[in-house]
């Protein structure tokens, strides 16, 4: 088995006194995305500074590829891509004038097509002889990450990746995301967005108070939250009684909703649509949608960081 491309002992970094990060231990496997999670103030920032070699560790190793990042890093940090959640800009560059000045710095072969392509791809090609200070946050932030794919990381790292694109640009960094990963390309994403690190990720570790309370894939996660299941049920028109008889059956905890829409708690992990939709039918009830709703990333964090942190730290 391969090394991992991150793998971090004991990681830890005081200020003042204070731990930002304890005691971290992570690995990141080459080609796969992992989702780094946490709150304002997690410690997340700092644990990146130090996986590029920014902040030194108070104590602990971080490890690229198995080497220690400290005992050579210039040719380690070649090999990775990174864009922060503030980067910085040159604001009398163009954007075209920008991406040269790092290719330049790479020794990017072809800067020129290199620099296009990337431009096309992110919907900059129009604006690539504006200047930076004229660029809108959403712009700025696809530029940052054209400058962070220019030399074909084998790593990139990003902090906040969507902060400030609309829906579209969220997509369109989205698609290009998976693409760069499907060719084989390790990524780490550092982010408190739930919702778009779980429709990329394949692993993901929480972060709350410095420490890392879970790490483990999507599925393990919802296995882990998955006590009671909730349906989500769609009438073709409001049934009398249909919610009362439902909170009647014993594998029912809970029954909301009114109308056409209800949902019901069940008991347990058994799958009680069958049940459920009997009887409906049975009281003149036409079901046209029925839905096991999944436990999201959004429910295990707050689980995890709110309720049961004591539960699966010990």
């Not at 005691?23 to 990141?28: I, M, R, Y």
């Not at 290199?114 to 690539?128: A, D, M, T, V």
């Not at 949608?289 to 730290?313: H, I, K, N």
Request: charge should be neutral; glycine fraction near 10%; include cysteine.
């Amino acid at each position: 088995m391969s090394e991992p491309v991150i793998h971090t002992t004991h990681l830890t970094r005081c200020y003042r006194g204070l731990a930002a990060v304890q005691d971290l231990t992570l690995s990141v496997e080459r080609g796969e995305i992992y989702g780094f999670l946490g709150p304002n103030g997690a410690g997340k920032t700092t644990t990146l500074l130090m996986l590029l070699g920014i902040v030194t560790p108070t104590t602990g190793e971080v490890y690229l590829w198995g080497r220690r990042l400290r005992e050579d890093p210039c040719p380690l940090k070649r090999r990775i891509g990174v864009v922060g959640e503030q980067d910085y800009f040159y604001d009398h560059l163009t954007a075209e004038e920008y991406l040269s000045v790092f290719a330049d710095l790479y020794e990017v072969r072809g800067k020129r097509e290199r620099i296009g392509s990337l431009l096309e791809r992110l919907g900059l090609q129009g604006f690539r002889s504006l200047p930076a200070r004229d660029f809108s946050r959403g712009m700025k932030q696809k530029l940052s990450l054209a400058r962070a794919l220019l030399h074909e990381p084998e790593l990139l790292v990003l902090d906040e990746p969507v902060s400030g694109l609309d829906p579209h640009g969220i997509v369109e960094v989205r698609r290009l995301l998976l693409e760069r990963n499907q060719r084989g390309m390790t990524i780490l994403i550092s982010s408190h967005l739930l919702s778009e690190v779980e429709r990329t990720a394949h692993r993901v570790g929480i972060l709350h108070h410095g420490r890392l309370i879970r790490e483990d894939s999507i599925a393990g996660l919802r296995v882990m939250l998955r006590r009671d299941a909730e349906v989500e049920i769609q009438l073709l028109e409001p049934v009398p009684g249909a919610a009362d008889m439902l909170a009647a059956l014993p594998c029912v905890r809970h029954v909301a909703g009114a109308g056409d829409r209800l949902s019901v708690t069940v008991e347990g992990e058994t799958d009680m649509r069958g049940v459920l939709s009997r009887t409906i039918s049975a009281r003149g009830g036409v079901i046209v949608g029925m839905r096991l709703r999944e436990p999201s990333l959004e429910d295990a964090f707050l689980t995890l960081t709110e309720r049961d942190v004591d539960q699966w730290t010990s």
